[in-house]
């Protein structure tokens, strides 16, 4: 009976007492990744394979060896502290390492490094399904995305779940994952697999984490950093996202980042949401902070991603494990089979954008290999560029790694109103850097990226003999493109459904740019102005005068800022509050909001002198009165 009383007596203290005091707040350190494409072994400054001799030159970054190693030392520094490892997907894709093993190879270095959780890309649909499948049956993680749905025949059943928790340190932490809405204009996850819409499956996740009293929700994401600002961080109850895809490096030191890292976020709950990526090819460890209140709520976030360069020592044991792998594929990779007297550039960021070296070359390699079929105009997808090639002896292993996905040439016939629509599908997704873009040969265009999508070509042009002439709708012209597009990827549905005459040609894009470098070497890069984007007339109209100083070098000048309520801010009359967008620049505000750039000096002092060109997106800017 006292025994009874006293232990009554005590519960109810218990309950008194900890219904008056707060709990403590909870530390979550999240390491993540983001679109390892394959880069098993480490890679030089233009994202190919490094060379001993760079190695040799401590010039090398990345590999899974130096990543497992990075992994490795984080986690013994971060020991007794609640601490997540989790991937943003396209593991898959970029080396002869995929082409060879198919997936196996990462899985098998991804479970070496233990991650938590993972969810899927749109290339690890590269291969179907069935080479998703076999990913599946050999990773020793769970892999989460709630939008990918498959149907009872899908060979992948059940092992991607919408969501899953995770108990860490005595909480529950719920992952939610989500990939890119338009997967099955990237790449093939087949009929068995639908893939839904990314805001309506993670909003649904998420309520379901809540049911379960999950209060501390990461949305782990493969559809890109403006997708991840504009949408998911807004999803109600989401309170981190750790993205990929769009390959964005986020920092709060190199002036390069698209934004800084964390970029806060307003939720419509009324509290911050941090969003982080971290570039690309194991070039970066992400690296984390988050601390939450007691009721779930985050109340900081801090961090920066870490550069897997040189200092990092690789992981011996993981180094021999590649090397090994390595062994069947060395003598077709170290095959030289060209000499270029400059780097090639096929940056993603140019790639994407505008004509680039390697887009040039590629579409000019495909337009020779069947110029005597009668074709004459080449059209390929920058995305489907995935390197630059650096100056001198060029391997065929260096040619598979700008053109890894095994993509054969393929002709068809079509209209040149045909020819115009697949060229507004390619500028359809511009601000995205959508790999869409149309790289070309045989034919020149201009456009103007201010235009609503669908209206955005200016002008097009075809050669025919060494002169070009405008486009003519009506007329039937013969066209050589890669077998994905020829098949409707990339949106390029008009080439599908109004191509005749279709015919896979065959060799793989890789042999016939190898090819093309053997008969044109020593190779020089080039770029001849056949993509040109025409400013608009509204930027014509506000671009500073020529003679002023400019606080940059810059050559791209930015649009004019605007205020919340979108409308220019000329001649501000008391401080107000802007946040910066992607292509703001201090001259640019300073003449939306003063009517006069040379007053760019004002924002800078009001702001701690940031750099005047490489604004952090994101980041909100007080602009004092003029």
């Known amino acids: 009976m006292i025994r009874y009383m006293r232990t009554g007596l005590m519960t109810a203290s218990i309950l008194a007492l900890s219904s008056g005091a707060a709990f403590a707040d909870y530390e979550l350190n999240i390491l993540h990744i983001n679109d390892l494409h394959s880069r098993i072994e480490s890679i030089n400054k233009f994202d190919s394979t490094c060379s001993a001799e760079e190695e040799g030159k401590n010039e090398c970054f990345g590999g899974v060896a130096r990543l497992k190693a990075l992994i490795d030392q984080k986690r013994q520094e971060l020991s007794g502290k609640n ?181 806060m976020v307003d939720n419509p709950g009324g509290y911050k949401v941090p969003v982080v990526q971290a570039a690309s090819y194991t070039k970066y460890l992400g690296d984390l902070v988050v601390t939450f209140d007691d009721k779930g709520v985050v109340k900081a976030a801090k961090g920066d991603p870490i550069l897997v360069d040189a200092s990092v020592k690789p992981d011996e044991a993981v180094l021999a494990r590649v090397a090994e792998l390595g062994k069947p594929i060395e003598e077709l990779r170290s095959k030289i089979i060209a000499k270029t007297e400059e780097p090639i550039d096929g940056s993603r960021e140019n790639c994407r954008t505008k004509e680039c070296q390697m887009g040039s070359l590629v579409a000019d390699a495909m337009l020779d290999r069947v110029k005597g079929q009668g074709v004459t105009i080449a059209i390929t997808n920058g995305g489907g560029l995935r390197a630059s090639i650096d100056a001198g002896d060029v391997s065929m292993g260096e040619a598979i790694t700008v053109l890894p996905f095994q993509n054969t040439v393929a002709t068809f016939q079509i209209k040149g109103d045909g020819i115009r629509e697949a060229l507004e599908n390619g500028l359809s997704k511009l601000e995205e850097g959508g790999g869409r873009f149309p790289q070309v040969a045989g034919m020149k265009y201009s456009f103007d990226k201010s235009k609503p999508v669908g209206s955005r070509v200016v002008s097009v042009e075809v050669k025919e003999g060494e002169s070009y002439v405008a486009l003519d709708p009506a007329k039937t012209y013969s066209l050589v493109t890669n077998n994905y597009m020829r098949n409707g990827g990339d949106g390029y549905d008009v080439f599908k459904d109004k191509g005749e005459k279709a015919y896979d040609y065959g060799p793989g894009l890789e042999t016939v740019l190898a090819d093309y470098l053997a008969a044109h070497q020593p190779f020089k890069p080039y770029t001849d102005g056949r993509i040109t984007e025409v400013a608009s007339a509204a930027s014509a109209a506000t671009a500073e005068p020529a003679a002023e100083a400019k606080p940059a070098t810059d050559t791209a000048a930015a649009q004019p800022a605007a205020t919340s309520g979108g409308e220019t801010a000329a001649a501000a009359s008391g401080p107000q509050k802007h946040v910066i967008a992607k292509g703001d620049t201090l001259w640019d505000l300073a003449k939306a909001f003063y009517g006069d750039g040379a007053l760019w000096a004002k924002i800078s002092e009001a702001n701690g002198k940031p750099a005047p060109r490489h604004l952090h997106v994101g980041t909100e800017l007080e602009i004092p009165a003029k």
């Open 83 to 263: 601490t997540l490892l989790l991937n943003a997907g396209d593991n898959f894709q970029g080396s002869l390492f995929f082409t060879t093993y198919k997936g196996l190879a990462e899985a098998e270095f991804l479970n070496l490094m233990k991650f938590d959780a993972m969810t899927v890309g749109n290339h690890e649909f590269d291969e179907s399904e069935d080479g998703l499948a076999g990913f599946l049956d050999k990773i020793a993680f769970p892999v989460v995305t709630a939008n990918v749905l498959p149907s009872h025949k899908s060979k992948i059943g059940d092992r991607i779940k919408p969501s899953i928790v995770l108990e860490v340190g005595g909480q529950k932490v719920g992952i939610v994952g989500a990939v890119a809405n338009d997967t099955p204009e990237l790449s093939s996850p087949g009929p068995d697999i639908l893939i839904g819409d990314d805001v309506a499956t993670t909003t649904a996740a998420v309520e379901e984490l809540k049911k379960q009293g999950v209060d501390k929700i990461i949305a782990l994401t493969h559809v890109g950093y403006p997708r991840d600002l504009a949408a998911i961080a807004k999803i109600p109850d989401v309170d981190v996202v750790v993205g990929g895809h769009s390959h964005s490096l986020l920092s709060n030191t190199d002036p390069k980042a698209e934004g800084p890292y964390p970029t």
